[in-house]
């Protein structure tokens, strides 16, 4: 009979195919970079019905993404206006906003068009939406928003949508830096 969507197979018991052929399972996990189109969520499932997808490795996810061990992570970010240098000096001590402190992100000025400025930021914590609640407190809408970079692995070339798979060593560097064995 055809799977559906979410079937679970009984590993020894149940028999799959592909075009008449067995399917084996894959042994160990896959560590995949994926340049994430916007309007793709990063999770389990969506009670809306948009595209998501997940990692097979929820651990090294969760700590990744964990403000607790300061991944650094860097972004390509376009903002309406232009900042100041007191908005690009609070970015870099560090800011309060609604309460909650932010530690200090090194900002860069990419480039400056009369309505919109493109920089890049490094943080080190990667709170919810914190690019944009930062540049929304300093009085600038983000445009654009794209992560470049978890802690050495670049984006590079990688065309919207595509995935690439990591190599051990790719894996196992993103692994130390959150402290856990390769």
Known sequence: M???TGQQIAPGIDRVTLDGRPVEPVSGRTY?????????????????GRPTVITDDG?????????RYHVDKEYRVVITGRPDSDALRR?????????EAFRPAEVRVLDVAPAQTRLSMVLREGRKREVRRLWQALGHRVVDLQRIRIDGLDLGDL???AIRSLGPDETARLKTAVGLTP
């Open 159 to 161: 065309e919207e949508g």
């Open 2 to 4: 055809p799977a559906v």
């Open 32 to 48: 995949l970079m994926m340049n994430k189109p916007a309007g793709v969520l990063t999770s389990v499932g969506d009670e809306r």
């Open 59 to 67: 651990e090294l996810a969760v700590r990744l993404m964990h403000p």
């Open 91 to 99: 970015l870099a001590e560090g800011m309060v906003v609604s309460g």
